[in-house]
């Protein structure tokens, strides 16, 4: 939801800060790295019982991941490489986050709860997989209810109220899910929908090595026929 109706107003807004960043020496690499460190302690924070803590953590640990690609752009340094570094650190800051979650939950509540948070984390892999292979084919599978930033902000408000944080667990969850299965339906959609126009052009493509086989033939034929009567003998 964020990426289809704010991402475009937040970097022009932050446009400014990265060019201020810029000039101080740091890189997008640098705060990439600073919210990897960030969200570490923030799952040892949570993983304690600090969720005060665990929660300024959690907001330092959302600026540089916001603040990267603004500088990135300012100092010309985007890339896929540095795009595919961002992608990994926010998976790997997903994970961290969430098993601080489940092992605050496993400590402080009986039963399998800790469980849950390890859901949110397969169900948001899930969807991040099916983003990076819809564009690997060629199509688009943005947007949904429940995305990386969304999930972020739903895990500080219960960390935030921690009477809460169950339920806003399976609320994640289950937005999480939901976003999953719209994203598989666009993508599905959008293939569905291609499959007619590659079947049309395989058989053109066929029909069109038919051709070229029957003229390849003709010509043959026709030089075969053109090499006898040349050494037929004169009558």
Do not use: C
Not at 53 to 65: E, M, N, R
Not at 68 to 93: E, Q, Y
Not at 189 to 205: D, K
């Amino acid at each position: 939801m964020f990426d289809g109706h704010f991402r475009a107003d937040a970097e022009r807004t932050l446009k400014p800060v990265g060019q201020q960043l810029k000039r101080t020496g740091v890189s997008a690499d640098h705060l990439t790295i600073l919210g990897v460190v960030m969200a570490l302690g923030a799952a040892v924070a949570i993983g304690n019982g600090a969720l005060r803590l665990g929660l300024v953590l959690l907001v330092l640990t959302a600026l540089p991941d916001v603040l990267d690609g603004a500088v990135a752009k300012a100092s010309g340094t985007a890339s896929p490489r540095g795009a595919f570094f961002d992608s990994v650190a926010d998976r790997f800051t997903d994970a961290l986050l969430l098993l601080g979650v489940a092992w605050y939950l496993s400590t402080n509540h009986p039963g399998r709860i800790a469980l849950l948070p390890m859901a949110v984390l397969g169900a948001s892999m899930l969807i991040s997989y099916e983003r990076a292979k819809a564009e690997a084919l060629g199509y688009e599978a943005k947007g949904g209810l429940m995305e990386r930033a969304e999930r972020l902000i739903m895990l500080g408000i219960g960390l935030l109220f921690n009477q809460f944080l169950i339920p806003i667990l399976w609320v994640m969850l289950v937005g999480t899910l939901f976003t999953a299965a719209t994203r598989f339906i666009k993508v599905w959609t959008q293939a569905t929908a291609s499959v007619p126009v590659l079947a049309n052009r395989s058989r053109e493509r066929s029909r069109a090595r038919a051709r070229r086989q029957d003229r390849r033939v003709a010509r043959s034929t026709t030089r075969q026929v053109r090499r006898r009567t040349q050494l037929r003998p004169p009558r």
